[in-house]
């Protein structure tokens, strides 16, 4: 089934699409801050969003936009400000944003979807965006996917983007995404964004279902510290320029654009995890011979959500007692004498019993993959306030502090721990990162 | 109600109980390890424990014993190995130290509970286990309260250890406890130990019951790392020595004792926060306004958990977004648009938006409270890698490695957080401590 194709072009690679992302001047760093995406024609609409009783008024208006109709033409997406706790001023802000790009696009009110990402409380500077919006328009292309990646960027190292094809009756079909984390990552719709572009055809109803299921099975599996945000968003178009057969009900065309889809969810969830604040490797736990697999879901995430279990990866030290005792607490029924536990190739313990292992391979096993995955740097680092230090000198944002695209290698050597708790056939996948120094001193340097 | 004095004496200051605590030879460092706690007759008993599928033999063993009949006499307890993840072995271990305790008291069998702390997947090694049960017995006094308490500590800074005194019809009643944290802390009975002895005379259900609330509102509202442990316990004796009329069900008596029960709880279970792994400073975080308490509880609970508003403290930070964004995410329903948020006495939002507040006097406000509540200087670093070089050069543990007792006044100077999400009567409160870059020092460098 996995007889996809990568090719480049991210959220533009399917056909129909345009993006583009500039400065608008929304973030004191000066760095990219407003991102558009447009399909040619109106696409079937998708959405999960965050489940915080604190939400930005951004995900109120989605979800009521989708819930009237389940299609839309474009999504306007700032960062620098998450517009959340801003009240009816915050809400009004999102409305005549939408306004101001359906005017612009020359759309139907209500076909143009909103999100933010930035700092939670602040009002998002009107007069900017609204000069941004006219600016960024016209620059809508087929070739500015990065940039629009760019620009959803928060505390993100690198940006987040992928691209997929798969012949459906000899013709291709494409999906593309980007997406940005980099903290506050975790189940629930943790504090990322999402966006999917696909040139299939597809029934609105159906389309929710593969993208909630997609979301179970990549955004909500990931964490990086725990905290869910005000503004999680994930949302997928379909437009049906791919000229290939309308898929409007189960069977196995679904099953491969869901695949597809999953694929393309996954890259970007994991991308977020391995770009987790101060993250040194993608933690991959696999967990098998759960009843079923909601309940394998729940012990992976817990087993990556485990501060111990991360400190411990952070300091390469293979210590299976805090997986064993993680497991333990996530809530899910099993036989500790079933516990099987294993770090790579390494076997920590099996029967519910710690086994003798070769300690400094394994630890060595954490080193090495943590070797393989290292992150491509960044020209500059990208704290804002550095940020802001060197804009004092250039009233431009210099291109060294534009970030590098996440490579594909960096998410093929994950720490991989996975756990057994028994034959049933119930299995699940979670991706973390381990807990570093950096992500404290991220967390108390900087007010998000 | 709260007419209780503080006295000396810790779990020896009610009538009938003598404890010990000595060095056994079960810890790598020569540290204190072996810890017994006798009543002079047969007590009420009762437990509360971890609700972790991974459980330690001992685990089982009380509950079993508890199960069979809700009294005990003795309590043994090891540190250095939690005695988890050891299979038949373990469990054999805990049935034979449990044995040997009774025969040496000369008890019934099934009179003696066990607990362990320590490193998980390790067998306790059991001759010196044997040689120090035999030597442990001698050693049983009125005045040995805080030798027990260093001898239950691990990664602990600090002993926790308290007594309350209240008169019920002009005779004394006496609570005393001693506790252990100090990473792992976490809702459900983290890895912590608590021992509560009583003087009075209560019937076993009802004692049970008043120590399953105190739990919930004391040991269960606490949280380092959000790690839940596999050996968790609170075991709680009543053995009626205070010749005060036996209490067999609610009214005026039951709720004085309970009171002071809790107050014992909250004590030791703040004293478990506030010496939590790399901790500068203890948080109170006080929700208000919920539809009833379980809810105030559980957003407690998730504030005080959130990596970010932890990391946020550590930063000294007033950073009011991370904490409505972790209320938001406790999954307990509620406006947004009521919400409120307090550091101490800096609003720094109501009705879901922000106020103009003066940030610097906020920050300065946990510098101060930090400040207030330094933990007192143990005489030298108590790593075991240190302790261990030392040593090297002294076949006797010296008195420098001993813990100092964790001061009342460290506890009296919290950084609280208030947090109202509605007009409901509704209220609870959760402690927890900042997250540091020594946090991360400490479970990256050393197994556990």
Known sequence: MADWRTIAGGITAPRGYRAAGIAAGLKPSGLPDLALIVSDVEAIAAGVFTLSQVRAGCVDYCRQQLKTKAAAQAILCNS???????????????????QLVAQALGLAEGSVLIASTGVIGRQIPMEPLRQGIARIVPLLSEDASEAAAQAIATTDLVTKSIALEMDFDGRPVRIGGISKGSGMIHPNMATMLGFVTCDAAVSPGLWQDMLARAADRSFNQITVDGDTSTNDSLIAFANGQSRTPAITGPGPEAERLE??????????????????????CLLEIQVLGAANDTDARAI????????LVK???????PNWGRIAAAAGRAGVMFEQDDLRIELGEHVLMD???PLGFDRAAASQYIVQQSAASVLPQSPTVISIAQANE?????????QTFLRPPMEAQCLEHPVVIRVGVGAGSGSGIAWGCDLSYDYVKINAEYTT
């Open 80 to 98: 620098g400000q998450a517009n959340a706790s801003t009240g009816k001023q915050g809400w009004a802000n999102t409305v005549e944003s939408a």
């Open 259 to 280: 695949a597809m889809l999953t694929q393309v969810c996954q890259f970007l969830a994991k991308a977020i995890a391995r770009d987790g604040e101060g993250a040194t």
């Open 300 to 307: 992976a995430r817990t087993v990556a959500g485990s501060a």
């Open 311 to 317: 400190s411990a990866i952070f300091g390469r030290d």
């Open 351 to 353: 029967q519910g019993q």
């Open 390 to 398: 060197l804009l004092d000198a250039a009233s431009e944002p210099p």
